[in-house]
């Protein structure tokens, strides 16, 4: 099946400092990548997609210029944290989909803890 | 306002004890149903998609259920492997999943 990884799978950081987390898939092209983020408890928040090749679209309420996606090619996408706080400490999760139908299934990478201090 | 939800927040059943686990939604042009595993710490595992009332798709121990208005994911004789939080996901916009908050399942031997 389908394989989608993330990079680091935790990282703890300073309050104020950027994190860059890491969405690959590694054996299928993927043409829309999804990044979500879970509180404990709590359900997957879709937070933006990303298409290949283009700027990504946030879902309400999520801060654009705080969360930067890049999605620069087929296989990859980034999630920068800037200015990371206390608050943004959360799990966050990438999907991957080859995005030929609406109804593709979606690929879930196994998600990155991160911590705030 | 779109929403999904699903109950038993959390079921611990004994290993063979078979059991149902609801997911209602309220999403307008709903495109499909999906289930997902998740384990403690991990990504979801995709386990089904549904797409319109009446479809039954069944894997192993699992089959899921739609209707018009919820759909169930049927538990039968358990084993202690099928413990994990189950998901389930609406797909309301092209690609876009609103997810229940989950079932956290622990089966006991």
């Known amino acids: 099946g389908a394989v989608v990884s993330q990079h680091p799978s935790w990282v703890i950081c300073k309050s104020g400092t950027s994190v860059k987390i890491e969405c690959r898939s590694l054996?299928?092209?993927?043409?829309?990548m999804f990044w979500y983020r879970q509180f404990p408890k709590q359900s997957l928040m879709l937070m933006a997609t990303?298409?290949?090749?283009?700027?990504?679209?946030?879902e309400q309420g999520v801060e654009k210029d705080k969360f930067l996606i890049n999605h620069a090619s087929l296989t990859l996408s980034t999630l920068t944290v800037t200015s990371a706080h206390p608050e943004d400490s959360s799990f966050y999760i990438c999907?991957?989909?080859?995005?030929?139908?609406?109804?593709?299934?979606?690929?879930f990478g196994p998600g990155t803890r991160l911590t705030v201090l | 306002e779109d929403q999904v939800t699903q109950s038993p927040e959390a079921l611990r059943l004994q290993e063979g004890e078979s059991s149902s686990l609801n997911c209602s939604y309220t999403?307008?042009?709903?495109?499909?149903l999906f289930w997902y595993r998740q384990d403690p710490g991990k990504g979801p595992e995709f386990l089904f998609t549904?797409?319109?009332a009446g479809e039954e798709k069944e894997k192993e121990r699992l089959k899921a259920t739609l209707t018009k208005k919820e759909s169930f994911l049927h538990i039968t004789a358990p084993k202690p492997e099928d413990s994990a939080t189950y998901l389930c996901?609406?797909?309301?916009?092209?690609?876009?999943?609103?997810f229940g908050a989950g079932t956290q399942v622990v089966v006991t031997p």
């Open positions: 999907s991957a989909t080859t995005g030929t139908s609406q109804y593709d299934e979606q690929f």
């Open positions: 054996d299928f092209q993927a043409t829309t």
């Open positions: 990303s298409n290949e090749g283009s700027k990504a679209t946030y």
């Open positions: 999403v307008s042009g709903l495109r499909g």
């Open positions: 549904l797409y319109s």
């Open positions: 996901a609406a797909a309301y916009s092209w690609g876009k999943l609103q």
